[in-house]
């Protein structure tokens, strides 16, 4: 029997609320992060609206063709440069799980254009450090972040946006420069590709 995951999820939470007291729903209702999910269920919402829309397919044409236009042997090294620095910036200010979401189709069509010669893996791995990283660099970049900030804010101690923004992205910046480097090193001078 083939249940997608979003029903696996709701039976589960299902099943949780019967196995609960009564009585001790209200107070675990009222510990819920609500401004957390609602905030990720509109995200992921806008990321399908500019699928839609057709903002990533626009995206991918516009890399494929800038990358095109380079030598050949020049390629991957601007595709790593390109998909590495375009997912940090855009994750830093839209979330990186919607985001990464949207690009993978985008990577896989760039890793199997037959009018480019580039492996798959180091576009994979571009997409993966710089959506990671760059989630660093705001507060709504990551998961984690904006529930940290709840949290935070919860306790006391709220973390502002630009509080986060002033430590986040010059230290996202360092650690992307650093990911483009390896990335760098290991894909287009030492060849570390795998299998394509």
């Not at 360092?174 to 990911?179: E, R, S």
């Not at 060849?191 to 394509?196: A, D, E, R, V």
Request: aromatic share 10%; hydrophobic share 60%; net charge negative.
């Amino acid at each position: 029997v083939h249940i997608e995951i979003g029903w696996i999820a709701v039976l589960g939470a299902l099943w949780l609320i019967v196995l609960v007291d009564i009585q001790k729903i209200e107070f675990l209702l009222e510990k819920i992060e609500w401004a957390t999910l609602l905030f990720f269920a509109a995200l992921f919402i806008m990321m399908e609206g500019l699928k839609e829309l057709g903002l990533m397919d626009f995206v991918a044409n516009h890399a494929a063709d800038l990358i095109r236009k380079v030598p050949e042997e020049k390629q991957l090294l601007v595709a790593i440069i390109i998909i590495l620095w375009v997912s940090a910036i855009a994750s830093s200010f839209i979330d990186n799980i919607p985001f990464t979401t949207a690009m993978i189709p985008i990577v896989l069509n760039l890793g199997e254009d037959s009018d480019l010669s580039i492996p798959l893996s180091p576009l994979i791995w571009a997409l993966a450090m710089g959506a990671c990283l760059g989630g660093n660099g705001t507060l709504i970049g990551a998961s984690a972040n904006v529930v940290c900030a709840g949290l935070s804010e919860q306790h006391g101690y709220p973390i502002s946006f630009n509080r986060f923004f002033k430590a986040g992205f010059p230290m996202m910046i360092v650690t992307v420069f650093v990911a483009m480097i390896y990335l760098l090193i290991c894909h287009a001078a030492i060849g570390w590709n795998g299998p394509s």
